[in-house]
């Protein structure tokens, strides 16, 4: 009989266990983008995704459809009207698997645009920094970045 | 009385637990092995020790039922039946389970209090695993399978004419390239790198704040990539390893949490599981300390 009521003590401990109402997280809210005129995300495709385990960020390459195309041929041709948009992260550890690392704070926003100038095509480049998206003023080291952006491999998306 | 006599009837009525051979038992270190050995055997080995209060029925009942399914889908006694990547994953699936309540069963460790895995026997395990992670640059051989495989899908000869299906009837949908994505991870258990997109009911729901519980119509696509890290630190997606879907529909997929689970392997798109509806019990245990955030793991980005 004693037997029984350590049973019974057992069932109502395992009922106890599966109602502690813990706080429950749903966004990842320091990685959100706030909004800003400077870019848009809405309608742009992924071209890849990338992290750099030195720096400990996250990074993932956006487009839309003619940038996209562009990349997939190696960006030989830059043609008018292109988007791409690179976003980078601090990684942070993920709360829900010890294994993982997630976007964390917004670094920057680097936003490049094509547009046809006669018989040319102009490349435009912008970088927003920092948690505010401020428009960086400083101009130097752009040619880099945009050979760098445009030199991405787009990742294998069968 | 009856209850009292039907509960000593009873105690006659007992499947059987035997202890089948050990083929191969877990290779750790010491420490760690210490720490399995108390925590989980019972349950996930063939070294079960049935103790006095086990082996009253209804316990038992329990207790068989908790090995005989404890065992089928984690075993430490057959441990060289898996290959060594899968040994690698099941430990750091097992660190999880136990850092999110989940194992050792609570039903279990409210009776077997010396079960119970300590803060300090947590960071013994941690230390273990994080010492199995290596950054290196990859080689030759993990370059030329990317380059491979992307020069194939380049050219579009990657493109499937008829959709294969798993074997719960859900079939791949090729549109998840074209949905946003929510969020990105890098995997270091298991060195890959993700992309979680969602479609655009998904995403409204996001935007919408209407995410707990996710409605009806909302997918996720889990895309895996092998990593493929470069001589300047910079680690980019390399061989597409598969891509798996989460389909919300709480009516047609009660039975299964609520979703719909389904994994695609290789460009090929070979259906995960072959032809037996068993998979999804995988997808489910691991994705079930995650109950309350509606069994995904995911935190949306917004923007």
Not at chain 1, 43 to 63: D, E, H, R
Not at chain 2, 73 to 80: A, H, I, P, T, Y
Not at chain 2, 91 to 117: C, D, F, R
Request: aromatic content about 10%; charged content about 20%; glycine content about 6%.
């Amino acid at each position: 009989m004693k037997a029984f009521y350590s049973l019974l003590a057992a069932c109502a401990l395992m009922l106890a266990a599966c109602s502690d109402n813990k706080p429950v997280e749903l966004y990842n809210t320091k990685a959100a983008l706030p909004s800003s005129p400077k870019y848009n995300l809405d309608g742009l495709k992924v071209i890849t995704s990338f992290v750099n385990k030195t720096k400990g960020t996250a990074s993932t390459l956006y487009g839309n459809d003619l940038a996209l195309k562009a990349a997939i041929e190696g960006n030989k041709i830059i043609a008018a009207k292109e988007v791409f948009t690179l976003v980078t992260w601090k990684q942070q550890d993920d709360d829900h698997w010890f294994g993982a690392k997630i976007p964390s704070d917004v670094e920057s926003v680097e936003v490049i645009k094509t547009a046809s100038s006669g018989n040319n095509v102009a490349v435009n480049y912008e970088q927003l920094e920092g948690r505010n998206l401020d428009l960086k003023t400083d101009t130097s080291g752009q040619a880099e970045r945009i050979k760098y952006i445009l030199g991405q491999k787009p990742s294998v998306l069968p | 009385m009856i209850l009292f006599l039907g509960f000593v009837g009873i105690q006659f009525v007992r499947p059987d637990v035997p202890n089948p051979p050990v083929t191969g038992d877990l290779e750790v270190p010491a420490d760690v092995k210490a720490i399995v050995q108390r925590a989980c055997y019972d349950c996930h080995s063939n070294n079960t020790n049935l103790r006095w209060y086990d082996k009253i029925v209804p316990v038992y009942w329990g207790v068989a039922s908790h090995i005989k399914d404890g065992r089928a889908d984690l075993n430490f006694s057959e441990w060289n039946k898996l290959a060594p990547a899968d040994q690698k994953a099941k430990l750091w699936e097992s660190i999880n389970q136990i850092i999110s309540g989940a194992m050792p069963l609570p039903s279990y460790t409210a009776v077997h209090t010396e079960a119970k895995v300590s803060p300090a026997d947590l960071g013994v395990l941690k230390n273990y695993l994080a010492s199995m992670v290596h950054n290196k640059p990859a080689d030759t051989a993990a370059i030329n399978a990317a380059d491979k495989q992307y020069q194939h899908w380049e050219k579009n000869e990657t493109a499937i004419a008829k959709l294969p299906t798993a074997a719960n009837g859900i079939a791949y949908i090729p549109d998840y390239k074209n949905w946003q994505p929510i969020s990105t991870t890098e995997r270091f258990d298991n060195n890959t790198l993700r992309v979680i997109f969602g479609n655009d009911i998904a995403v409204k729901a996001i935007k919408e704040n209407n995410i707990h519980p996710w409605p009806n119509g909302a997918i996720f696509a889990k895309v895996a990539w092998a990593q493929l890290q470069d001589k300047d630190g910079t680690t980019h997606t390399g061989e597409f390893k598969q891509v798996e879907y989460m389909i919300k529909d709480d009516k047609k997929y009660a039975s299964t949490y609520g979703w719909g689970w389904a994994r695609f392997k290789t460009p090929k798109m070979v259906p995960y599981g072959g032809a037996n509806v068993l998979f999804t019990n995988e997808c489910m245990n691991c994705h079930k300390p995650m109950a309350a955030e509606d069994f995904v793991f995911t935190l949306p980005i917004k923007h």
